[in-house]
DNA sequence: TAGCTCATGTAAGCGGTTACATGATTGC
DNA sequence: GCAATCATGTAACCGCTTACATGAGCTA
């Protein structure tokens, strides 16, 4: 039998959205990619497998609008038991999340090209990381435009989420420095005496203690 | 039939290591809980999985040494059309990674707890990032200690490993730091005067252009 | 007339986690 | 005695991506 598992991270994402007002899948969707997206990546096919999910396991409640000339809608709220089962979520310790940077496993294994290319790579990814902090910085502009300073804000939603959007911003600013400087350091690497043609000295690069 | 599909990123780590010399799946594994791991996550089973299909498709080769007392070793040899996709894989652009990050979430939905719940869950997460932060230092302390300046190094694995370890040790110096800052703001908000209690304004909380 | 918005779903296939399975040797 | 190290695999299940399926109304 399925849908008796305990519930996913998702979930708490629809949860967490559905909490503050009741919305169809769509709007759902339009919300996610415009926030929750950029901390907990998730496609439109699996939100709306997931909502159906929700609805079997108890924590949502759905009815049908008809309408002609495009699909029914399908409005979602939270039960009292969804409200119950986020609540218990977000109070429990959270263990750092798993890194999958595709990048950094780039980076390292940088020596088996040639090294212009290293240099050129961390260039172009610093140029990304510059482009997003700038969309972030223009939604922070923007925010405060719109609403004041939003860390005075009484708006609980606005307040954490623009902790949230600092952390993105912090976050983009330190990743694009860091390839700034890790492909300075390359340059000044491969512009220096010839490479050491001895071969690999095969050493067992270790991170842990 | 199975095993004609494109390399995954994970297969880059694997054939990465195995350019460098040829390993067994065991060695593999320590090489990359001490390594690999923090940028690239990747469980025991799907190692040992992937190197089956990387022999499969043409990219490894192996041979088995019989033991008595334990279960044969197999070892893993690159190929030259290994070495080929590797090399492909390494000069294509890299598109930045989505984002999973639980922690975030939880703070982007903070405004459901009671406010001092927010705080202390912050400075806990504050306090495992400055754990690793010290791990990573430690790291970096015992390579200059053995190797000496990794940054002038004539070695390729050294000298991008360090690249990599400093982008560790600034993600989780920026990671702590924000965490503290959050849980200080946090608090001030909590202290402020009682909160409105008009109920929520359902602000759209955005973080596009 | 081309593309965006509205609006929902399903299916195939693979990636990834967790648990099952086995068992001798070495060091505290 | 107990735990860690050595050493490899398999199986079940579920999450996630990609593609399939449909189609009207609006606006540049």
Request: aromatic share 10%; proline share 4%; glycine share 6%.
């Amino acid at each position: 039998m399925a849908d008796t598992a305990r519930p996913t991270t998702l979930h708490f994402a629809l949860l967490g959205l559905l909490s503050r007002r009741a919305l169809t899948g769509y709007e759902i969707l339009k919300r996610f990619r415009r926030s929750i997206v950029f901390f907990w990546h998730a496609e439109r096919s699996r939100i709306y497998a997931e909502l159906g999910r929700l609805e079997r396991l108890g924590f949502l409640r759905s009815e049908v609008t008809a309408q002609t000339s495009r699909p029914n809608q399908r409005r979602y709220t939270i039960t009292s038991s969804g409200r119950a089962v986020l609540g218990e979520w977000l109070a429990a310790a959270v263990p750092a999340s798993p890194m999958k940077d595709e990048m950094l496993l780039r980076t390292f294994f940088a020596d088996l090209l040639p090294p212009g290319a290293a240099v050129s790579s961390l260039r172009r990814h610093a140029q990304e990381h510059r482009r997003i902090l700038a969309e972030f910085e223009t939604i922070k502009a923007a925010l405060r435009t719109r609403y004041g300073s939003p860390l005075q804000s009484a708006d609980g939603a606005l307040f954490f989420g623009s902790l949230v959007l600092e952390q993105g911003i912090r976050f983009e600013r330190m990743y694009a420095e860091w390839c700034e400087w890790a492909a300075q350091r390359s340059e000044l690497r491969g512009a220096g005496p010839a490479a050491d043609t001895a071969g690999p000295a095969d050493i067992d690069f270790i991170m842990t203690a």
